[in-house]
């Protein structure tokens, strides 16, 4: 990796070349989004090397393997210590590319992925035992399932939370027996190659290996013949992901887009509504995926929870030296951000805080209210991934849920009320792979909670048991408790298997005067 100082923006390609020459065609560059400025050249990986990296990993595939989960554990827990160790190098390279607060990527980045390793240290040997199963109509017969790596996993993740969202694959897959090959984005590949730092040791060194580049290199790897994509990013790219692994029909777990809503009922608590949607809105400058994108209040509490909004937003500290939000991250996101609010304002919408860019260099981005929003407008419908804040005013709650659930997406969502009972019924019924009710966005944090999206959001989970047991493969095991000569059903077929099948059948799932009295007794 070459380091460089020199002040460059992203657009500015001529300056790129040095006495006239130009710059090898196999790197591409990394920016610091706060100033623009240069942080390095990075090698653009293709097919050739993805496959060596492939290779490297599945040589130590079976080593890793054999490990006990103790001894997986142990290794992970070493990987913790580094981290920790080199806590402040870590941030300051997360934030020089991401253009976040360095109290946000101490929280959302390193204490994430240090309490995700500690749960698979305590929890993933129980999760992974084998386990028996009845028998059920093989009464002498004994079954099991057992939890089996899969070997290679190829991991490509994004730029908004560039080490949390490469570590959690990466750690799981690990823990579960597997070697890794990592893609990390192109916007934060020195995240990616301080990763692979973190896992450099003398035995274990190519356990995690670290490829560079961008969508092509991010392909290859999906060609590669890795046993499994563990893919987080747009739900666009998903589908390109989804596509080429379906030619060796690789298996394939998408962490993609939202458009999560935000349910205020008019019994909510609207201070801590308030203070929560703004969070919600803003933190990471709205680049999370999970980020709060559509917001429907009770029209009765409207007016109310905008003027709290427009307090709290007011306060908002924005700047490069320890504020609450930092920059953007990726000029064409900020550009979809601009796009988004043009579209919604040209169909009726106001600002009523923000709505422009910083007058200073980098990508910074005013945290902006919209109100007078509607499901025409693409603020409303499409990742915004950015730090708006969309306000619809609602009849009732069941009309927030409606429109809540009117979206291809289905990450996160949260529902505001002092009745825990609607809460509950409401989180019921929205149509999201996670929800919160009176909180929004970290029940991620709770690593024992599966995360993972629906409908267009994503296949498969991440994190808990699930998220552990989608890398494995899970092999079902049946033995005998007795050795018979033969198998009653064996061939020749008796002839007596037929009456003898519909007697037990009968004594089995047939119903009695006494079973019909003990349902009708357990179902009233
Ligand atoms: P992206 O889809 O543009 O890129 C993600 C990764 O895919 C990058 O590493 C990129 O190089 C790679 N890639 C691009 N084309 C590829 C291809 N054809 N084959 C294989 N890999 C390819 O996403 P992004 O802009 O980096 O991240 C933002 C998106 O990620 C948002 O939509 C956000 O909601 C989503 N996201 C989802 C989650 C989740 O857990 N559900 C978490 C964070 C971000």
């Not at 996993?153 to 994004?158: A, E, M, R």
């Amino acid at each position: 990796m070459s380091i460089t100082a020199e002040p460059r923006t992203p657009a500015d390609n001529s300056s790129v070349t040095t006495a006239g020459t130009q710059p090898p065609l196999n790197t591409f560059e990394t920016f610091d989004p706060r100033t623009n400025t240069l942080i390095a050249e990075i090698e653009e990986m293709g097919p050739e090397q993805v496959e060596q990296a492939v290779d490297r990993a599945r040589y130590l595939a079976g080593a890793w393997s054999a490990l006990t989960y103790k001894e997986r554990s142990r290794h992970l827990l070493h990987v913790r210590d580094r981290l920790l160790n080199s806590a402040e190098e870590l941030v300051d390279t997360i934030c020089a590319e991401t253009g976040k607060q360095r109290a946000e990527a101490v929280t959302t980045e390193l204490m994430a992925v240090c309490e995700t390793i500690g749960w698979y240290a305590k929890n993933g040997g129980q999760v992974l035992m084998p386990q028996s199963v009845a028998p059920g109509l093989m009464a002498h017969k004994k079954a099991w399932k057992r939890y089996e790596p899969l070997g290679v996993i190829g991991v490509i993740s994004p730029w908004n939370y560039p080490f949390t969202l490469s570590m959690t694959p990466v750690i799981t897959a690990l823990f579960a027996g597997n070697t890794v090959v990592l893609k990390p984005s192109e916007v934060t590949p020195t995240v990616g190659l301080a990763i692979g730092e973190l896992f450099e040791d003398e035995n274990w060194g190519d356990i995690v290996q670290v490829v560079t580049g961008g969508g092509a290199t991010g392909e290859a790897l999906v060609r590669s013949g890795v046993d499994k994509v563990c893919f987080t990013g747009s739900v666009r790219t998903g589908k390109r992901v989804m596509a080429a692994a379906a030619d060796s029909l690789t298996p394939v777990l998408l962490e993609l887009g939202g458009k999560d809503p935000m349910i205020v009922c008019a019994d909510a608590d609207l201070a801590r509504a308030s203070k929560g949607a703004v969070w919600g809105a803003f933190q990471n400058s709205g680049q999370t995926c999970m980020s709060v994108e559509r917001f429907y209040v009770e029209e009765a509490v409207f007016e109310d929870f905008v003027e709290r909004v427009l307090v709290e937003t007011a306060q908002i500290r924005q700047n490069a030296s320890g504020g609450d939000i930092g920059s953007m991250t990726f000029a064409p996101q900020l550009a979809i951000v601009e796009d988004h609010i043009a579209d919604a304002v040209s169909k009726g919408a106001r600002i009523l805080a923000g709505g422009k860019r910083l007058d200073q260099p980098g990508l910074w981005f005013e945290p902006t209210v919209l109100v007078d929003v509607d499901h025409t407008m693409s603020i409303m419908v499409e990742e915004t991934f950015g730090p708006v804040m969309p306000i619809m005013s609602v009849k009732d709650p069941e009309e927030g849920l409606r429109l809540a659930n009117d979206s291809i997406y289905g990450l996160n969502s949260s529902v505001w009320t002092s009745d825990q009972q609607l809460g509950i019924s409401i989180a019921n019924r929205l149509e999201a792979g996670n929800v919160c009710i009176n909180d929004c966005i970290v029940s991620y944090a709770i690593p024992g909670l599966p995360f993972g999206g629906v409908k267009q959001s994503g296949i498969g989970r991440v994190h808990g048991p699930e998220g552990l047991r989608e890398f494995s493969s899970v092999k079902s095991v049946m033995s005998s408790r007795v050795t018979t000569p033969r198998e009653m059903w064996w061939f020749p077929v008796p002839k007596a298997l037929e009456a003898l099948g519909i007697t037990s059948a009968r004594a089995r799932f047939g119903t009695t005067l006494a079973t019909r009295i003990k349902r009708f007794k357990r179902t009233t």
